[in-house]
């Protein structure tokens, strides 16, 4: 009754988008300011590829695999920009809703 959820954030708006191979990416939107991703260096218009070295098909992917940790978790994102592949180091936030 007076207890709430959290849940691990990574700070940033996703969509689905298919590459020319026919292959589901994870496109960032947008990206909040002062967030995790953003404090990490990610930026809209990246592609997460990966999560922890596990290959990402599409947003519902990234955001399953994001929820399978915990808030304060040290977390690696690979993604794309521009035809380059960079891996960072995020630290996930807290994302508290009342229940």
């Keep these: 009754r007076s207890g709430h959820a959290t849940h691990p954030l990574l700070g940033v708006t996703l969509t689905d988008q298919t590459s ?6 994870a496109l960032v939107r947008s990206v909040s300011s002062g967030g995790p991703a953003d404090k990490a260096g990610i930026k809209g218009g990246d592609v997460i590829t990966a999560i922890d070295g596990r290959s ?21 994102v690979t993604y794309e920009r521009g035809g380059n592949s960079k891996t960072v180091t ?3 936030a807290t994302d508290s809703a009342a229940s």
């Design 20 to 25: 020319a191979d026919g292959t589901d990416r």
């Design 56 to 76: 990402m098909a599409g947003a519902d992917a990234v955001i399953a695999a994001i929820r399978s940790f915990q808030p304060g978790d040290h977390v690696s």
């Design 90 to 92: 995020v630290t996930l």
